[in-house]
C-alpha cells in the first residue's frame, strides 16, 4: 500500500508542476499583451473548487479533477465554452481583440515553457547527479535474452558490438535504437567469431511489449527471498553464489533457470560459494522450476559504471542537448501508434501506466528526470493540431495569418465542441488499456 501511495504522490506532484507551469506560460504572454486572465487553476473545479482566492482580475484556485489545468482567457472560445460573453462586442482587454502574431504567442506560451522547464531540469540534474550509466564494452559476461531473442538467432553469453555495424556505448539504449532508429542488423561476438544477426520487422511489434529481451549477463547470487522459499528453506543464503548443479557448472541466472527448469519435480544438488567455502545443498525443485530467490541485480557490484560530471555552464548545453534527443525520441515513440503492424496502440496507457514508472521509493534524481519527460511529452501532445489543444488554435492561427481571414467564432465554437470530444474519446481509451491490463 505505500508503494501506491508513493507512486501516487510523485505522479500527483510531478502533474502539478507541469500543469502550474504550463497554464503559467499562457498567462504569462496573455499579461505581457495586455490580456485579462479570469480564472488561472490548478485541475479542473465543475461545480465547485477545493481552494480559490481572486487577486486583481484573476481569481486563482485549485480544483478537485486532477485531469489537467486551465486559465480562462477573456474573449477566447476555449474548454469553458463561455458563449455569452463572445455575443459582446470586443473589448480591448479580450483575446479575440489582439494581433494574430500576439494570440499566436499566448496559444504557444504553454509549450515553450514546458520545453523551458524540461532543459531546466535537465541542465540542473546533470549539474547535480551528472550522468552515471553502463557501457556496451563492460558488459564482459554477455547478454541473457528470452524467447524472442533467440527466435532471430542471439544466444545467452553473445556481447553486442554493433547495431548495423554502429559501435554501441550505452548498453541500456541497444533496444532503444534497435526499436526507434530502424535498426536491420547486429553484430555479435560469440565465443571468438563475430556473427551478423538480421533484425526481422515484424520483432518490433514483441519489442514493444518486451523491451527488455536483451538483459545484463550477471553471475547468480542469492539476494532476497519470497515467504516459503524452497531455496530458503533448502539452507541456501542471502550472498551465496552458485557455482554447480548436480554434476554441470554453472555461473549465471540464466544457466541456474534453464536447468532447474529441466528438473521439475526432481532431487538437485546445488554448489554454492559461501564465503570462501564450497557447500553443496540438496533439495527437490518444485513443479514450477522455481526456487524462489531474487538474485543480486545491483551492477555496481560487478561493473564499473561510466560517470560523467558536469560543472555549472558545462551542465546548460548538455540539458540543451538532452531535451532534445529526448524530444526526438518521444516523436520517434508516437509514431509508431500510426504503424498497424506494431500494435504500438495497444501500449497506451493513461494515469495508471504513468504512475507505474515512478519508483516504489521516493527517489529525486528519478523524479526529476520523469518530470522532464513528462514536460516534454505535455508540450509535444499540446501542439497536435486537434481542436481543445493549444496545437488546434495554433493551426486556426495559422490559417488567418496566411489567408487572413478568421475564422468565424461559430466554426471555433463547433471545433472546440470535436475536439473535446476527440480528447474524452482518447483519455477513455488510454485509461480503458490500463484497466484491462490490470485483467490480464
Do not use: C
Not at 22 to 34: C, M, P, V
Not at 52 to 78: F, N, Q, R
Amino acid at each position: 500500500m505505500s508503494e501506491i501511495l508513493t507512486k501516487a504522490l510523485q505522479l500527483i506532484l510531478s502533474l502539478s508542476i507541469l500543469v502550474i507551469i504550463h497554464e503559467f506560460g499562457h498567462f504569462f504572454f496573455a499579461r505581457l499583451f495586455k490580456t485579462r486572465v479570469e480564472k488561472f487553476y490548478l485541475f479542473f473545479n465543475p461545480w465547485f473548487s477545493i481552494f480559490k482566492k481572486k487577486i486583481g482580475e484573476t481569481e486563482y484556485g485549485v480544483g478537485w479533477v486532477p485531469l489537467g489545468g486551465y486559465v480562462k482567457i477573456s474573449g477566447m472560445i476555449d474548454e469553458s465554452m463561455d458563449k455569452e460573453q463572445m455575443k459582446l462586442p470586443p473589448q480591448p482587454y479580450e483575446f479575440r481583440s489582439k494581433k494574430s502574431w500576439q494570440r499566436l504567442l499566448i496559444m504557444l506560451g504553454g509549450i515553450l515553457f514546458n520545453i523551458i522547464l524540461a532543459f531546466f531540469i535537465y541542465s540542473m540534474v546533470l549539474f547535480t547527479w551528472g550522468e552515471k550509466y553502463l557501457q556496451n564494452s563492460e558488459v564482459r559476461y554477455g547478454i541473457m535474452t528470452d524467447s524472442l531473442g533467440k527466435s532471430i538467432g542471439v544466444k545467452n553469453g553473445d556481447k553486442i558490438l554493433s547495431l548495423d555495424n554502429k559501435p554501441v556505448d550505452n548498453f541500456r539504449k541497444i533496444t532503444h535504437d534497435i526499436l526507434l532508429d530502424d535498426v536491420k542488423t547486429i553484430q555479435l561476438l560469440r565465443n571468438d567469431s563475430v556473427i551478423n544477426i538480421s533484425i526481422p520487422e515484424s520483432i518490433k511489434a514483441e519489442l514493444i511489449k518486451n523491451p527488455s529481451f536483451i538483459e545484463v549477463r550477471i553471475p547468480f547470487i542469492a539476494d532476497e527471498f519470497i515467504k516459503n522459499s524452497v531455496g530458503e528453506k533448502a539452507g541456501i543464503k542471502k550472498g551465496d553464489r552458485f557455482i554447480a548443479l548436480n554434476d554441470s557448472s554453472v555461473s549465471y541466472f540464466d544457466e541456474v533457470k534453464d536447468l532447474l527448469s529441466q528438473n521439475k519435480n526432481k532431487q538437485v544438488k546445488i554448489s554454492l560459494l559461501r564465503n570462501n567455502d564450497t557447500v553443496t545443498i540438496s533439495l527437490i525443485v518444485p513443479s514450477d522450476g522455481k526456487l524462489g530467490i531474487f538474485p543480486l541485480a545491483d551492477l555496481e557490484k560487478f561493473f564499473k559504471l561510466k560517470e560523467i560530471h558536469y560543472g555549472f555552464f558545462e551542465s546548460i548545453p548538455a540539458g540543451f542537448e538532452k531535451t532534445f534527443s529526448m524530444l526526438d525520441s518521444y516523436i520517434k515513440q508516437f509514431k509508431l501508434i500510426f504503424s498497424p503492424e506494431t500494435k504500438a496502440y495497444e501500449s497506451i496507457g493513461g494515469f495508471i501506466t504513468i504512475g507505474k514508472i515512478f519508483p516504489a521509493e521516493w527517489d529525486w534524481l528519478s523524479f526529476w528526470s520523469m518530470t522532464a519527460f513528462l514536460s516534454i511529452i505535455l508540450a509535444f501532445m499540446n501542439l497536435l493540431p486537434i481542436p481543445a489543444l493549444d496545437g488546434g488554435h495554433v493551426l486556426f492561427l495559422l490559417y488567418e495569418i496566411i489567408t487572413r481571414r478568421k475564422p468565424s467564432d461559430k466554426f471555433l465554437e463547433y471545433a472546440q465542441i470535436v475536439g473535446m470530444a476527440i480528447l474524452f474519446a482518447l483519455l477513455i481509451f488510454a485509461n480503458g488499456n490500463d484497466i484491462i491490463k490490470l485483467f490480464k
